[in-house]
């Protein structure tokens, strides 16, 4: 079982608008609204290829409430933390003539130190019983370093494995919790280190100086130009095949998804890594975050190449 985090959890309106065009009112031709937020993805890809979830995070108020129902009627297991305000949504509009999504985040209702104590001491009594602990995207308000590094420092303590996706300071404080893996992207990597991440070699150096400083793996994901997957072991490069992109959201999360599934089952760093790539570009291939086929996995999976890298 994998444990799923998500701090600052969402409803996600989805909705198709072709031929979008700012200031003029439109018909949106689809509508579709799930349980939201980077965990609650995680969680649907891992149940999706057949692993098992538990899903955690914060909710308040009449929306959260919705969270929790939704994420129920897709038969996500969950246990939620009630706090004090209104769970955030969140709008995503696809064109499809324009081959990807905008996303507009909402900040999300404001968190104590006691709630993250709550969250810590959730996750921790099910630590026991998981496989791995993913804990997943941004902060609420109100969120403190010293209490997220509290809560990572209490999961890292179980012995657990725990991955962490995040970014700006959230991404600063794990990486000096140290000792939790680290999934991240391009942008988030380039904007920690002063530098432009966009191609392996660049992501490679990227992610083999995070692991220095970090002592645990360190996955670095760069779109299309796939993904690359350093420990003490070596680094290793994923490159997917070519695809027409529906909506790159949710191909984050899912590739996290993939990734961590596949180490719970012992997979080999170069053959998580692939499963994670695949997982990733057929979640882009789907309307709705942290949703993938199959057949789409599958055949992007045998299309997906892996090379050793060296940073010289």
Not at 47 to 59: D, E, I, K, N, W
Not at 81 to 105: F, K, Y
Not at 271 to 296: F, I, K, Q
Request: aromatic fraction near 4%; hydrophobic fraction near 45%.
């Amino acid at each position: 079982m994998i444990i799923c985090v998500t701090p600052n959890p969402a409803i996600d309106r989805t909705l198709t608008v072709p031929q979008l065009r700012l200031g003029e009112p439109q018909r949106a031709t689809e509508v579709f609204v799930a349980a939201g937020g980077k965990g609650l993805n995680v969680a649907r890809v891992v149940q999706a290829l057949g692993g098992a979830v538990v899903c955690a995070g914060f909710v308040g108020g009449y929306s959260g409430q919705l969270v929790a129902a939704l994420a129920e009627r897709e038969g996500l297991p969950a246990m939620w933390t009630p706090i004090v305000g209104e769970t955030r949504t969140c709008l995503i509009i696809i064109d499809p003539q324009a081959h990807d999504a905008t996303v507009i985040n909402e900040p999300g209702p404001t968190v104590a130190a006691d709630d993250w104590a709550h969250l810590a001491t959730q996750v921790v009594e099910r630590a026991p019983a998981a496989a791995a602990i993913c804990l997943s995207g941004s902060l609420p308000p109100g969120s403190s370093p010293a209490d997220y590094a509290l809560m990572l420092r209490q999961v890292r303590a179980t012995g657990c494995a725990l991955w962490v996706d995040t970014s700006g300071a959230a991404l600063q404080t794990a990486i000096e919790v140290g000792g939790l893996g680290i999934k991240v992207n391009g942008a988030e990597a380039g904007e920690l280190l002063g530098q432009a991440i966009t191609q392996p070699g660049e992501a490679l150096h990227a992610a083999h100086s995070l692991h220095s400083r970090t002592d645990a793996p360190v996955v670095l994901t760069l779109g299309s130009a796939g993904a690359v997957f350093v420990n003490e072991q070596g680094g290793w490069h994923a490159q997917p095949p070519e695809i027409q992109l529906v909506s790159s959201v949710g191909s984050g999360d899912a590739f996290l998804g993939g990734l961590v599934l596949a180490l719970t089952h012992d997979a080999a760093p170069p053959t998580a890594l692939c499963h994670a790539v695949a997982a990733g570009a057929a979640n882009a291939l789907e309307v709705g975050g942290g949703r993938l086929s199959h057949e789409h996995f599958h055949r992007l999976l045998a299309s997906t190449t892996i090379t050793a890298m060296r940073a010289d």
